[in-house]
């Protein structure tokens, strides 16, 4: 059994940060790429960033220059540091992960709510 959480959202004021964790827990034997994925309120959930094992990322357009993700390997974590946030990012975050146990799959936490909002 495979268990994501993520932590760290809350309410923040235009401009504010954030930095969101996500541990990966239970029989993993690697990770391969780990992302987040966020769902604002009637929209479809949508990709903000990805990172491959050997530390490739991918931003989409709308976060360049803005967040930034990274990992642990070691502590199967990852992690997105959020700096100008705009009312726009308003949504739930989530991470998601392929990990081998040893068959890959697909798994997602459970959500962490990131409100921006004076």
């Known amino acids: 059994q495979v268990q994501l959480v993520e932590s760290g959202g809350g309410l923040v004021q235009p401009g504010g940060s954030l930095r969101l964790s996500c541990a990966a827990s239970?029989?993993?034997?690697?990770?391969?790429?780990m992302a987040w994925y966020r769902q604002a309120p009637r929209k479809e959930r949508e990709s903000v960033a990805s990172?491959?094992?050997?530390?490739?990322?991918k931003y989409e357009d709308f976060v360049k220059g803005r967040f930034t993700i990274s990992r642990d390997n070691a502590k199967n974590m990852v992690y997105l540091q959020m700096n100008s946030l705009e009312p726009e990012d308003t949504a739930v975050y989530y991470c998601?992960?392929?990990?081998?146990?040893?068959?890959?799959?697909?798994?997602w936490g459970q959500g962490t709510q990131v409100t921006v909002s004076s």
């Open positions: 998601n992960m392929y990990i081998s146990t040893p068959y890959v799959g697909s798994y």
């Open positions: 990172i491959t094992r050997s530390g490739i990322k």
């Open positions: 239970g029989s993993i034997t690697s990770i391969n790429t």
